[in-house]
């Protein structure tokens, strides 16, 4: 019987299914960061347990960090007492039971999920897990990735496996060639407001289609990232050459390794006839810029559409429309370009990697931000990224329109460490969450691709990219 | 083994997508503890203040239109909402802060995945209904408050005298509420098992134990 991939990677890692139909599956990648894995390491020691592989685990703070670090930082040097608690507890952890950190000091460091597939911890083919919803970026590498709660940390920790019930197959069909202006962001955002996000939920979502396979890795994992925000634990794209040409550069594998692998990851593909229990299908050359209006990713609009309004949606989600738009401040604005624009952050675990910062610096080269905007910042998604875009010159570029350029981090995606939005600040935002307050108590964001950002820190206002 | 009976004051979250930002906000991830969230539980909604972790609920300026600050609601043991909620964020900490404050179950029409997986491990029943069996019961709590009895063994939801809904969960994921069990200790129990499975994958798929730094 032909079978998808999710369902070669289920059954890959099955160690048994119990007759309540849950399964153990083996996980051979545990990614911790600090904010979810300090309850789940006192649950070991209150159990008298011990990390059941160390070499599956590898481990870096991210959420709580500040990014005007500089060099020469500490742990210790984190003026949030809490964050430092925090940070230190993870440090004090994975020396206690030698789990490998890139700590703070480390030119490695970064946001877990862009600093694992460029170290290349993430192999195709893996199970991988992490205390953190945006986890499905791995599957971007034909992997099994999902996020999981704190319990399931330490259920990892202690037993190699999670234990899970299998999802439903979802193909989403992404085919045809984007517009200029129009990136991997916003075909992610149009099938979040297509979908909701909702649709995705009990389904592992394929990316598959022309588009998707002619798409960098980079681009492949701003999608997968933001699979979560569809509903879905679960992203993935098949393995084809593009994912072995970044894994050949990014793995430590040695050459004869490396061909005996890619004899089995070339099979991580969805069968011909694979059947899927839903199947979407996308003409993204249809598709413009995507922007959300409101406090849910799926609250999405073209950069030039008008936003909702009362007489656009059924009895039902009236109620939603109108708290969105009263927490956004968007009661009089009949579209996105008439909103003034306070702060700017290119960032986060789905657009922070080199070729997001090449394509906002591209957009901000040689001009200045607009005097409007209070504050405009780029934050590195890792140490690698960093050194990679200053060898480039990238850090002057936007040093030189006005930015501020930071050290690798969360940051403002969601507002642990002190970047931070104020009361009714409106933000352009390269992140994945649009949330009431998730930049900050009451802060307003639109999420959008770095190029519009970049061009919003500009201008002040959204602007027509093409 | 905790009281199969679940009775109690309904609040009614009449909005879909609640996520867990709103359930918990970043602010408190900042803990390392298990316990101590119920203060902080829709912190957003519910203080007109920021709020920070060494805060109890006693030092904040309430929004008194919010309906945990009402009374009976401040006693809730059962929420009612719409869709998806427990969507974004796998911050198991929602969760956490949904128990703290006292509530057993939350009764909606769907939930995001990760906060439905995390529910079991903390003792708060997430029960999934229809759409039209939420309206009505969105129907019956609009004007006075009430009291819903669920029961855990005939998985029902008994919402007047008379009347009731069932619902469907899985009896494993039922059985860990009710005794309370923990998954690490269920899973070491197939220890051989899951020995035998990565001694083959170490033969078959040696790349994945060859990792030098
Ligand atoms: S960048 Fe944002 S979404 Fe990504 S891991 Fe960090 S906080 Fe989560």
Known sequence: MPVTLYDKLWDEHLVQTDENNESLIYIDRHYLHEVTSPQAFEGLRRKHLTPWRLDANVATPDHNVPTDRGNKFEAESIKDEVSKIQVVELDKNCNN????QFDITSSKQGIVHVMGPELGYTLPGM????????????????????????????HVLATQCLKITKLKNMQVNFHGQPRTGVTSKDIILHLIKLIGTAGGTGHAIEFSGSYTSLASMESRMTICNMAIEAGAKVGLVAVDSTTLDYVKQH????????????????????DRDAN????????????????????????????????????????????NLLLAKAYMGLEKSHTLQDLNFDKIFIGSCTNSRIEDLRAAANAVKGKRISKSIIEAIVVPGSGMVKAQAEEEGLDKIFIDAGFLWRDPGCSMCLGMNPDQLKPYERCASTSNRNFEGRQGNLGRTHLMSPLMAALTAINGKITDPS | MINPIISGIVATFDRDNIDTDQIIPTEYLKSIKKFGFGDFLFDGWRYLDEGRLD????????????????????????????????????????VWALRDFGFKAVIASSFGDIFYNNCFKNSVLPIKLTIEEI???????????ISFEIDLAKKAIKYDQVSSYSFDVKESLLERIIHNLDDVDITLKHKEQIEAYELSRRQQRP???DYSN
């Open chain 2, 55 to 94: 805060m109890t609920s006693e030092d904040r300026s309430k929004n008194y239109d919010f309906i945990l600050n009402k009374e009976p609601y401040t006693k809730s043991q059962i929420l009612l909402t719409r869709d998806n909620f427990g969507c974004g964020s796998s911050r198991e900490h929602a």
């Open chain 2, 135 to 145: 309206n009505h019961l969105f129907e019956i709590t609009a004007n006075s408050p």
């Open chain 1, 251 to 270: 793995s430590n594998l040695s050459d004869s390794m490396f061909d005996e692998a890619s004899q089995y990851w070339k099979t991580l593909n969805s």
């Open chain 2, 207 to 209: 790349w994945l134990f």
């Open chain 1, 276 to 319: 899927f229990d839903k199947v979407i299908n996308i003409d993204v050359s249809e598709i413009k810029p995507q922007v959300t209006w409101g406090t849910s990713p799926e609250m999405t609009i073209d950069f030039d559409a008008k936003v909702p309004s009362q007489e656009d949606i059924d009895e039902v989600n009236l109620e």
């Open chain 1, 127 to 154: 199970t991988i897990v992490c205390g953190d919803s945006h986890t499905s970026t791995h599957g971007a590498f034909g992997c099994l990735a999902m996020g999981i709660g704190t319990s399931e940390v330490e």
């Open chain 1, 97 to 100: 039971f030698g789990i490998r």
